[in-house]
């Protein structure tokens, strides 16, 4: 095992333990302290997908100690998108390029952030030096890093955006895809700076809040970005979420609670009235602990809400069941939106004991897919959790998705396959150096708990 892969398996651990106090650190800045990430007054004059400003991160992108793959260049570019409402608005799109990289291939790499806290996106967190423990807690998002490492292994550049904007608007599901979609379209008008070819072929890839984020940008595609048709060549999501009231309900009083939380603040940014429901109705000696999740990342809210009841943590559990509520739920709950296009396969792979989001859903909402003539290839595995198939799985949807960027043609039927394990798989063998096969094995057997990956 390499230095910087027990860094990662560290970082990990320790953010398990780590104390709850904010973080003390000059560099890089806070992106709440930032002026780089402010929506310039006049968003609305920019097309979507416009570039407005580019820098160098402030910090080098960190867990790159790894080699044979070393970086020959980052970026950060701030470009206008659209909120869940339709409004303007603008986020970060981090681009990473490979050494020897090959400029017409391009992979949107959608992290789960799974956090209502701008100082969570991976535009700050994948960089050398942002605070990992303590209230932030983004030693996921670093982990995860090594998928998109496999990635430019491959040669491709990468990007990523941070799909829950300026805001932090975690679930804002539709935020997530127009986010998406953007940063990819400012990714092939940024030749000039990053050298990405404007007609590269492109990718995504994304796990369970990534997911979300990737589904939806294929679900929004046809009618929002119509020119992407045929430059998207597929797209490998795993650990999907299709409905979030089934969520909310499989995760109270369990170690996952805190993303009912996280969810519930997430969405509040957009939906004012979300945002008095919870004032009105939280218990007082539960606001501070929602209050606090807008501070703090994915690990330190687990941890806050480990096992909780959260559905009582309200007054009133009739708010569960509000019909302007559940139609929020329903308005970025993939199950009722439409099928992604025809002409844009899929990947799809998803734990058959998920923990987090049950399987019937994507069964459901898979089987929905095929009959609108989408084209899937499914598989379901039946060794893993959600957080432990976030890894497992992440070899055969990368052999997947380097079949489509080689211009290979996808089934044109769907399939469902059930497998023991996804890592045993033969493409996995393949695909992967041994270095990082290695690497994610020992992230596998590392301490790091059932939801290593939200
Ligand atoms: C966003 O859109 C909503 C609904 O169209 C509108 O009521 C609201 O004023 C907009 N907000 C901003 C800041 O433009
Ligand atoms: C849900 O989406 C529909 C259709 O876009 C919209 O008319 C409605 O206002 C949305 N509901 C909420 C609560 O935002």
Same mark, same amino acid.
């Given at each position: 095992m390499r230095p910087g892969i027990l860094v990662t398996v560290a970082f990990a651990a320790l953010s398990w333990a780590a104390p709850v106090t904010e973080e003390k650190r000059a560099t890089p800045p806070l992106p709440s302290t930032d002026s780089f990430y402010s929506v310039p007054d006049n968003i609305a004059s920019y097309a979507p997908g416009a570039i407005i400003n580019h820098r160098a991160p402030p910090s080098p992108i960190s867990a790159? @100690? &790894? !080699?044979p793959v070393n970086i020959a260049a980052s970026w950060q570019i701030l470009y206008r998108t659209t909120d869940n409402l339709g409004n303007a608005t603008a986020t970060i799109l981090t681009v990473l390029v490979p050494v020897n990289a090959d400029f017409d291939k391009l992979l949107s790499y959608q992290v789960a952030?799974?956090? +209502?806290? &701008?100082?969570?996106a991976p535009s700050y967190a994948l960089q050398l030096e942002s605070a990992t423990g303590g209230t932030l807690g983004t030693a996921l998002t670093q982990a995860e890093l090594l998928l998109a490492e496999a990635a430019l292994y491959q040669g491709w550049v990468v990007v990523l955006p941070d799909h829950e904007g300026p805001n932090g608007a975690y679930l804002a599901n539709r935020l997530a895809g127009y986010a998406t979609l953007d940063g990819i379209r400012a990714a092939l008008q940024s030749t000039s700076l990053t050298g990405i070819s404007i007609d590269a072929k492109v990718g995504l890839w994304g796990y369970s809040g990534g997911a979300l984020a990737s589904a939806w940008a294929t679900v929004l595609q046809p009618e929002y970005a119509p020119e992407l048709t045929g430059t998207l060549v597929g797209a490998a999501f795993g @650990?999907? =979420? +299709?409905n979030i009231y089934n969520v909310i309900t499989t995760i109270n009083k369990t170690p996952s609670a805190g993303i009912i939380a996280a969810g519930m603040v997430g969405l509040a940014k957009q939906y004012p009235v979300m945002a008095t429901g919870l004032e009105d109705h939280v218990l007082p000696e539960y606001q501070a602990d929602f209050e606090a999740v807008l501070n703090q990342c994915f690990v330190p809210d687990l941890s806050l809400f480990n096992n909780a009841d959260v559905i009582n943590m309200i007054d009133n559990p009739n708010l569960w069941n509000d019909p302007v509520v559940l139609e929020i739920f329903a308005n970025n709950s993939l199950e009722y939106a439409p099928a992604p296009p025809a002409g844009l396969p899929l990947f799809v792979y998803k734990a058959v004991?998920?923990? =987090? /989001? +049950?399987i019937a859903d994507t069964d459901d909402l898979i089987t929905a897919y095929c009959a609108a003539g989408t084209t899937v290839e499914y598989i379901r595995d039946q060794s893993s959790t959600h957080g432990g198939l976030s890894l497992i799985g992440a070899p055969m949807a990368l052999a997947w998705l380097i079949d489509r960027m080689n211009g290979k043609a996808a089934s044109t039927v769907c399939s469902t396959a059930t497998k023991? /394990?996804? #890592? #045993? !798989? &033969?493409a996995t063998l393949e695909v992967l150096p041994t270095f990082l096969l290695d690497a994610l094995k020992a992230l596998l057997g590392g301490e790091v708990g059932p939801t290593f990956f939200g």
């Open positions: 790159f @100690g &790894i !080699d952030e799974d956090a +209502p806290n &701008i100082n969570c @650990g999907t =979420v +299709p004991k998920d923990e =987090v /989001s +049950p023991y /394990s996804m #890592l #045993l !798989d &033969i």
